[in-house]
């Protein structure tokens, strides 16, 4: 080859570069920015906020342990993969309400529905219909029969109803909605001893309501009743070998937010037991409108140290112990004589 062949075949390639590195450049320019917006987006998407309230002590050491059991499930979801942010108020309900701006859910765990007053009611019915999710834990979800039917029906799906509603304390094999993200990592049975609450008031007597679901079931048998207690009636005896929702939602999909109810918390050291717990946790961070992780939201253990953490009354030199299987083993109580409030 010549050099002036050489000399013209340089000079055809040197444009061509030319050309095809400011080609790149622009494309990085137009291109560029775009990309890492996306990217930006999914890094710095704000986290869902998440307040949970904690109700003042009523119960003695380790039962209802509302502000410590606030504080296990804030620090959880905080330490999680989940993106949420959670804060706990304890004693009762804020006296500033700006404490809810831009809170996602509001997560109640207190006595006889939280005891809102007509304030209370009506802001969280304002923030729950432009979608502000709420969810009631145990002794939370049942308020009076005038606050059941005109919020808690609406928000939830149903409540605890005096004299229609049961809770006895009960060995319950939970099965978890598997096909719902509240199921994400679960076993197919979470095993606990507990107060459940159930034969809960629906929204819907007849089931037509094609936004509330059960999350996660048991069946109670006579075998499984350990104690039956206070408000106990013939609708407990009625529900037996029926499966039973201990816990529900609702998701109207109408700008309303989500609602949850779950009768379980009575005894503190059951958010010991790792699924009882990511049951729980799964559920606040669904109710918020965070996703929930494809294996439910993990968490640390919890150790008897943790466990005694925050106590309203801790015992001295009597610490609350980690659940056992021998829980698990108790016989059942023999059934008492119908008590007063007994109707037939």
Known sequence: ??????RKRTSFWIPLTLVLGCALIMAGYVLGPRAQAKEDTTVTQAKK?????AGPPSHGNGEH??????????????????????????????????????????????DAGGKMNEQIQELLDTKVKKGMGIMF??????????????????????????????????????????????????PNKITAYDEFYYNMRKL?????CDCCMYLAVATPTPEKIVRYINLWNEHGDACFGTPQGLMWAREPGDGQGRGVGFVGG???????????????????????GAEVPKDGVESEKI????????????????PIKLPTDALLKQKPMKRPEDPKNYRR
């Open 49 to 53: 906020k998440i307040l949970l309230i």
């Open 266 to 288: 009575h005894y503190h050291r059951n958010w010991a037991i790792d699924d009882f717990r990511k049951l729980t946790l799964n559920a606040i961070v669904w109710v918020a």
């Open 1 to 6: 080859m010549s050099s002036h062949q050489t």
């Open 204 to 208: 819907h007597p007849k089931g037509d």
């Open 303 to 318: 150790t008897e140290e943790k466990l005694n953490e925050n106590l309203d009354r801790p015992v001295k030199d009597k």
């Open 137 to 186: 834990m145990h002794y939370g979800v049942h308020p009076t029969k005038k606050v059941g039917e005109k919020y808690f029906g609406p928000w939830t799906g149903a409540y605890f109803e005096t004299g229609w509603s049961v809770n006895p304390h009960w060995i319950a094999d939970m099965t978890a909605k598997q096909d719902h993200p509240v199921g994400n990592g679960l």
């Open 65 to 110: 342990e509302f502000r410590a059991g606030c504080m296990l499930l804030a620090d959880a979801l905080n330490k999680s993969t989940a993106n949420v942010e959670a804060k706990v108020h304890w004693y009762g309900w804020p006296k500033d309400f700006s404490a809810f701006d831009g809170v996602d859910a509001v997560i109640v765990y207190a």
